[in-house]
């Protein structure tokens, strides 16, 4: 397998590790940066992310075999309708977006039947530094990409992307694009949520700078993704609110079960509660950890 000019639009973490790992892995001739900070581009250039800067999306398109668009999920669909008077029936589009109903629509409604050359994807690779300095070839290297094709999607397309993320070293998935966000709504947008209201309310307290200050371990690890990208996790939870905001509930509901524990210095009951939730997380662990490491 081997690409022409690859499109990278967005290179952050994630778009600029994608040109990395595909330089790595020798599956792109030529990787082309595009995006709204002219800064990020020369650093990109500057460290051999990417091999040159595209003036504009027609230069960009031309010839194009493939565009990853790896900006925060709230510009997708601008991003899609100035790209769409420019787009060939033969370059494939994917993305990195954490959302994936609301992508699927910005898709449908920018490029119209060409929304066929579009498969939605979702590395599962962040982390909670970002920018382009982040930026590695092995980031992807065994982690996991979740695909949501579309019906429309030809069968070599989805393919392709595909076999490109395993040249990156992912381990590939597929879901629907709904049961995507319903999932991730629990298992990521949640938890990031959670962190950066935590340290906000900390940040807001009088004595806050003693609080951090005494801060160790425990706090480091649980606040870890609260140094993730704002405005891309403001664009995440108000694209994915609905599942969200359900997930958000049933918390607020374990949080009322424990604080009546806690309240009636219930020791059985908050053994128990912790005992469970420990058993679970090792095993997932577990789960995690190869045969023989």
């Given at each position: ?8 639009c ?28 002219q ?11 990417i ?28 991003v ?18 954490s ?21 939605p ?111 891309m ?14 997930e958000?509930d ?39 950890t190869p045969p023989?490491?």
């Amino acid at each position: 397998m081997k690409l022409g000019k690859v499109v990278v639009c967005g290179v952050g973490l994630i778009g600029g590790s994608f040109a990395l790992a595909l330089k790595a892995a020798g599956v792109a001739t030529e990787v082309v940066g595009m995006g709204r900070t002219q800064a990020a581009l020369a650093e990109a250039l500057e460290r051999g992310v990417i091999d040159s800067i595209a003036p504009d999306w027609a230069d960009a398109l031309a010839g194009a075999d493939l565009v990853f668009l790896a900006m925060p999920v709230g510009q997708v669909a601008s991003v899609l309708s100035s790209m769409a008077p420019y787009l060939s029936s033969t370059t494939i589009i994917t993305d990195g977006g954490s959302t994936k109903a609301d992508v699927v629509t910005a898709a449908r409604q920018a490029l119209g039947v060409r929304c066929a050359q579009f498969v939605p994807g979702h590395p599962i690779a962040g982390a909670e530094k970002s920018g382009v300095a982040a930026a590695r070839a092995d980031l992807f290297y065994k982690k996991r990409v979740v695909l949501t094709p579309l019906a429309e999607n030809a069968a070599a397309h989805i393919d392709l992307v595909e076999q490109l993320w395993k040249a990156c070293g992912a381990e590939v998935s597929r879901l629907d694009a709904d049961e995507h966000d319903r999932v991730f709504a629990a298992v990521s947008h949640l938890p990031h949520f959670l962190a950066f209201a935590l340290v906000h309310e900390f940040a807001q307290r009088a004595d806050s700078d003693q609080l951090f200050g005494f801060a160790a371990g425990g706090f480091r690890d649980f606040t870890r993704i609260a140094s993730s990208h704002p405005e891309m996790w403001r664009d995440i939870c108000l694209a994915n609110r609905s599942a969200l905001l359900i997930e958000l509930d049933a918390y607020m509901v374990e949080l009322m079960r424990a604080r009546v524990l806690l309240a009636g210095a219930d020791a059985q009951g908050l053994q128990v509660m912790f005992d469970t939730a420990r058993t679970r997380r090792d095993a997932w662990l577990d789960s995690l950890t190869p045969p023989g490491e």
